[in-house]
Structures are given as structure tokens and as C-alpha cells.
């Protein structure tokens, strides 16, 4: 997880965040422009992040309920102030599964989230707070296609469509195959996954969470080790540790379809 330490910031926190900042050493973890991320090390170390106004409300409930059931960490501070949301969280125990320990070992790990994410979509879904996710994620890639929102430059190419056409005729033709069964990360990627010494510790960034589609979270299992170990022949290890028995082909290219539009 990125770090960069920075000059002391205090003047320009919330209120809340001020008695957390004292005495501890601060940097920037930031990974995104929509977001400032800054990391407070001490007594075990806080996240405090900082997002444009009702942008972090869906993560601080989602998280609540992950937290709820041992999968996620404490939220101690949400607040709307002025033009930006506020989120105060625990650290999670251990790193993330971009570490060296972890990428060193890419069999072990592709095993490791494909067994960890059968285990998170086999539990009971009905309490959590977002519900039905699938309708706003489809209609969020159809307003992404009509406004030219299309790039699958970051996809593999077998994940890949030669243009915004033939993906959003995919995505139309399969979105009524989409389930809205399983409780989902939503951005299952390495850096969210927490490990401490190989056991899940817990996971983080669940703005997109909810429940939905367990292709989503396959898909970007699938891509996060393409991505993060540079091939993708461990993508097969983590299906199997998953379990082929839920895993359909077809839909993965329908997620795919929607995801190549943001």
C-alpha cells in the first residue's frame, strides 16, 4: 500500500479528526483522484478519507455491515462537511495482497482470494444495506455508453471488445441473466484484499459493495492478478479455488461488457 509521508496537515482536518492526528506521523495513501487518502500512524494507525459531498455515505454503510459481520473495519467517524464527506476507519491488521510476501508466492495467493471470495458469497446477504446493486450498475454503464465513457485499455484482451458497440450489444443482450443473490466487495482487487501472515484479515474500499451478481466480484478477481502479477496464468488457479460449479463463462463477458464503461 502506497505511503508517502507529508507535513503536518492538522489546520486543514475536521474537528473530529484532530484528536486522531496528534502525535501520530501522517502520510498520503491516496490511489485515485476522487479521493484523499491519509494514513495515521499510531496506536495501530487510522485511515481518514476525504471524497466530494454524498460520495462516501454507500462505503460507510456497506463497511458498518462488514464490520458487522468480521470482514471489515471499524468506522469511527463519518461526516458531511461543506463540499466533502469524511470516513474515519481502523486500520486493518496486516497488508495488502500487493505486498512482496504475498506476490512472491502467485499460486498460493490466486488460491488464497479465489477460496476467500467462494467463503464471502456463501454468507446470508439479507441485512446489508445496499441491496440490488445489479439495476444501478447496469444503468450506470448505459449513461457511461451514451455520454462516450468507453475504455477496455485496461482490460486482458480475452476480457477485451474492439468497440463501445459491441460491448453495449453484449451487455444488453445478458444483463437479464445478472442475479441479485450474493453479498459482493464490488472491486475485488489485490489492494483491498487484507491478509495478516496468509489468513484474511479483513476487506477495505467497499464503496461499491452490495448485494448483486457474484460475476462481478470474479471478474475483477480475474483481473486483479493479471494486472498485479503480469500474466494470467494463474487466472485458472482462481477459479478452481473458487469453485467452476458457480462460475459462468458467458456472464463473465456480460460484466466485462459493463465494466469497459467505468
Known amino acids: 500500500m502506497k505511503r508517502t509521508l507529508i507535513p503536518e496537515i492538522r489546520d486543514t482536518l475536521p474537528a473530529f479528526a484532530k484528536r486522531f492526528v496528534d ?3 501522517l502520510y498520503d495513501s491516496s490511489c485515485s483522484p476522487e479521493a484523499r487518502v491519509y494514513f495515521l500512524d499510531r496506536d495501530g494507525g487510522f485511515y481518514l478519507k476525504r471524497a466530494g459531498r454524498g460520495s462516501l455515505e454507500r462505503e460507510c454503510a456497506v463497511t458498518r455491515y462488514y464490520h458487522s459481520i468480521g470482514l471489515g473495519t471499524e468506522v469511527l467517524e463519518y ?3 461543506g463540499e466533502f464527506d469524511w470516513l474515519l476507519t481502523r486500520a486493518v491488521r496486516g497488508e495488502d495482497c500487493t505486498h512482496s510476501s504475498y506476490l512472491s508466492e502467485p499460486e498460493r495467493l490466486a488460491k488464497l482470494i479465489g ?4 467463503a464471502l458469497h456463501e454468507l446470508d446477504a439479507s441485512s446489508c444495506p445496499v441491496q440490488n446493486k445489479m439495476q444501478e450498475y447496469v444503468a450506470l454503464a448505459e449513461e457511461n455508453y451514451r455520454t462516450g465513457n468507453y475504455d477496455s485499455s485496461h482490460f486482458p484482451d480475452s476480457f477485451g471488445y474492439r468497440s463501445a458497440e459491441d460491448a ?3 451487455l444488453r443482450e445478458g444483463k437479464h441473466l445478472f442475479a441479485s443473490d450474493t453479498l459482493l466487495h464490488g472491486d ?7 491478509l495478516d501472515d496468509w489468513r484474511l484479515s479483513g476487506f477495505i474500499d467497499l464503496g461499491a459493495g452490495g448485494v448483486g451478481d457474484r460475476h462481478v466480484d470474479l471478474f475483477w478477481g480475474a483481473w486483479t492478478l493479471g494486472f498485479n502479477l503480469g500474466t494470467d496464468k494463474y487466472r485458472d488457479l482462481f477459479f478452481d ?3 467452476r460449479d458457480k462460475i459462468d463463462p458467458d456472464l463473465l463477458d456480460v460484466v466485462a461488457a459493463a465494466e469497459v464503461f467505468g
Open 241 to 243: 479455488a473458487y469453485g
Open 115 to 118: 477460496s476467500s471470495l467462494r
Open 79 to 81: 461526516a458531511t462537511l
Open 168 to 170: 453495449i450489444a453484449v
Open 188 to 194: 475485488y482487487c489485490l489492494p483491498n484484499i487484507m
Open 23 to 25: 502525535g501520530a506521523t
